[in-house]
């Protein structure tokens, strides 16, 4: 049984940061995680993935602002967000396992599992 758990939202004033961490346990067939977010109205958007190798690729909006790490240890992976806008604000997801390739598209279809999301809010 694999199972994700996200920790680390909470609210901010723009400019602030915040990192997140999202902890795997069980055994996934890989180790690729992502994160995703989600606001009110909106679909589930890509935001960064690290692949088992340490890999990264980020969305155009979070890119030099985010950055995604992972610890092996502990099977914990970690989003570090600086200079937060209010357009950052969603729940944010962790997801665990895909399909990795040269061409890997950060789409919530290739990913396997899922955490429940934490909330971050940033104030203007």
């Known amino acids: 049984q694999v199972q994700v758990m996200e920790s680390g939202g909470g609210s901010v004033q723009a400019g602030e940061s915040l990192r997140l961490s999202c902890a795997v346990s069980?055994?996934?067939?890989?180790?690729?995680m992502g994160w995703f977010r989600q606001a009110p109205g909106k679909g589930r958007e890509g935001v960064a993935v690290i692949n088992d190798e340490g890999t990264t690729k980020y969305s155009r909006p979070v890119t030099d602002r985010f950055a995604i790490s992972r610890d092996n240890d502990k099977n914990t992976v970690y989003l570090q967000m600086k200079s937060l806008r209010p357009e950052d604000s969603a729940v944010y997801y962790c997801a665990v396992e895909c399909a990795w390739d040269e061409r890997f598209q950060l789409l919530p279809s290739n990913f396997g599992y899922w955490g429940q999301g934490t909330q971050v809010t940033v104030s203007s």
């Open positions: 069980g055994r996934p067939y890989n180790r690729c």
